[in-house]
């Protein structure tokens, strides 16, 4: 046998087992010999013994069938329960194309034996599914988390669509500048969180962003942006629609508490009042604010300020009055 075949002995030896052995359908000694044999690497069953003992040294566990006839990989870095909650995340994520969610989803199936892929794939719907027609999301955040890191702006150019599925690109294909300073996943989409050339806050989908380039230019900042904390920011945001923050107070029904603490977190102050509770939270005030107060019905109530159920009420008005024109 070559000398370059037998360096690499060891690498098939641990292809093999970790491809194709779990604990339900352990190897046989013959069955990786074989496989030694199809790429051209003749050895002999105390040679391999060797290799599996290097490997168990070196951190792969492989263990003996109890009648010492089969070995198998006894533990990986990643459990098949594991594997499919990445698959889950990868198939729904909107911001990733069908073809790179496939992409991912094969690398996936790496992680773990060819009979456990098997089950992975059984379990991957990605076709009908919502996803982004922009093929350069999964680089460009990439390229978004690189300018953070080394503390530099971006540009970038940024489009919608129109009803015939075209892009049609804003401030008419002008260049934005922006400080980045972190990334939103919300609602299966990911928003960039920025501040402007003016400092205002703003926010993105990355996947309507097109031409992105890291500039030579430190990121605009103060003593405020120095401790921007991107968490407390993405709670205060209802599908992460922009609006002057505001602090409001609200009265929810006791069955309201599961649905406060996932909106607003843990460490919400809850004040009881008869049959609920009253809550004060930051929120950025806006249309989808107020939707999200109209979708849980009778069961939560903006209480103040005042200037905020006035408006809450004017937005109800005139979506009423738009259903009741002719």
């Not at 010999?33 to 168990?56: F, Q, T």
């Not at 994520?93 to 794939?121: G, M």
């Not at 993405?234 to 992460?240: A, E, L, N, P, R």
Request: a neutral charge; glycine letters at 6%.
């Amino acid at each position: 046998m070559k000398s370059g075949l037998q360096k690499r002995k060891l690498l098939y030896v641990a292809e093999f087992l970790l491809q194709n052995s779990d604990l339900d359908r352990p190897v046989t000694m013959s069955e990786i010999l074989a496989y030694l044999n199809s790429n051209g690497i003749l050895s002999e069953r105390k040679s391999v013994y060797d290799d599996i003992a290097v490997l168990n040294e070196s951190g792969l566990v492989i263990e003996k069938t109890a009648d010492n006839r089969g070995y198998y990989v006894a533990c990986r870095d990643f459990e098949n329960a594991e594997l499919k909650l990445l698959v889950d995340a990868v198939a729904s994520a909107k911001f990733l194309s069908v073809k790179k969610s496939e992409e991912l989803i094969k690398k996936i199936e790496k992680l773990t034996d060819k009979y456990s892929a098997k089950a992975l794939q059984r379990q991957v719907y990605v076709l009908n599914r919502a996803k982004t027609a922009n093929e350069s999301v999964y680089y460009n955040v990439d390229l978004i988390h690189l300018a953070i890191a080394e503390n530099k702006k971006i540009t970038f150019k940024y489009f919608n669509y129109n009803s015939k599925k075209e892009r049609v690109y804003a401030r008419e294909g002008a260049i934005y500048t922006v400080s980045p300073w972190g990334l939103v996943w919300d609602d299966e989409n990911y928003y960039l969180v920025a501040t402007d050339e003016g400092g205002a806050f703003k926010h993105y989908r990355v996947d309507k962003m097109t031409s992105i380039s890291q500039i030579n230019c430190p990121r605009d900042t103060n003593s405020e942006l120095e401790k921007f904390d991107i968490a407390l920011y993405s709670k205060k945001m209802f599908g992460m629609f922009g609006g002057e923050e505001k602090t409001v107070t609200l009265y929810c029904h006791e069955s309201m508490a599961g649905v406060i603490i996932d909106r607003f977190g843990k460490d919400v102050f809850m004040v009881p009042e008869k049959d609920g509770f009253t809550v004060t939270v930051k929120v950025a005030e806006s249309p989808i604010f107020y939707s999200w107060v109209f979708g849980v019905g009778d069961k939560v109530k903006i209480i103040s300020p005042q200037k905020t159920v006035d408006d809450f009420i004017k937005h109800l008005n005139g979506v009423k009055k738009s259903y009741l024109e002719e």
